[in-house]
């Protein structure tokens, strides 16, 4: 059995490529690939498919392609909504994930793609492992090209799609994965809770400590015999 697991850059993934053995480097159109074993014999090759939905269709793509893998990991950070509850650190697994701005801004209110046209799916169910499924935050996780830096509209995507966190990947991987038939499953850590912000990047700590926690919980699980 083979794993792929996917991040968007090598900060959130840094852990658990170290922990691979046997391992081999491969660069294909742009993206790192990084293949050996984890944990019990569990046969795994890493993505770094860098950040945004483009990116992170290529990448899942080529892993299929080129991998075949039979499960998928999608791991990272994630910004909170700010009524989720959630502090940074926490780790979170996705329940749906939902592209949270494909379709039409009108005069009243945003529409989907799948609400205008009736047929295009815009969110995508994920699967969530047994063994996590009592011993973890769960919920909604929202797709978006631009990060969310005000608490007004935080608030109105959170309600919108009943999330708990956004990310700039999960969507479009979740989509490749449901087109080629492989369940896939995302697991982030909270990296800022979203609120009135500048153009200054998010403290390089919290995205170190957010990033961490994700990737242990997912090596954590799979030395206890997960996919």
Not at 5 to 30: F, M
Not at 47 to 66: F, R, V
Not at 208 to 215: F, T
Request: glycine residues 10%; neutral net charge; aromatic residues 8%.
């Amino acid at each position: 059995m083979l794993s792929g697991i996917i991040a968007s850059t090598q900060i959130e993934a840094d852990l658990v490529i170290k922990q691979l053995s046997e391992k081999e480097e491969i660069s294909i159109q742009g993206k790192y690939f990084y293949k050996g074993s984890l944990g019990k014999n569990i046969h795994a090759v890493i993505c770094i498919c860098s950040i945004g939905k483009a990116n992170a269709a290529h990448g899942t793509a080529l892993l299929i392609e080129k991998f075949k893998p039979d499960f998928v990991w999608n791991i990272g950070i994630a910004g909170a909504y700010p009524s989720s509850g959630l502090k940074i650190g926490d780790v979170v697994i996705a329940k749906k994930e939902i592209y949270g701005d494909e379709g039409l801004m009108a005069k009243n209110g945003f529409f989907t793609i799948k609400e205008i046209l009736g047929y295009t799916e815009n969110d995508f169910p994920m699967f969530v492992p047994e063994k996590l499924s009592n011993s973890m935050v769960k919920g909604n996780f929202v797709t978006v090209s631009t990060c969310t830096g005000t608490l007004e509209k935080g608030k109105e995507i959170e309600k919108r799609f009943n999330a708990i966190c956004e990310n700039m990947e999960g969507a479009a991987i979740a989509n490749i994965c449901a087109l080629s038939g492989i369940p896939v499953a995302e697991i982030r850590g909270i990296s800022n809770i979203i609120e009135d912000r500048t153009a200054e990047p998010l403290n390089k700590a919290t995205i170190i400590k957010a990033a961490g926690n994700a990737q242990r919980f997912l090596l954590e699980h799979i030395e206890q015999g997960g996919a």
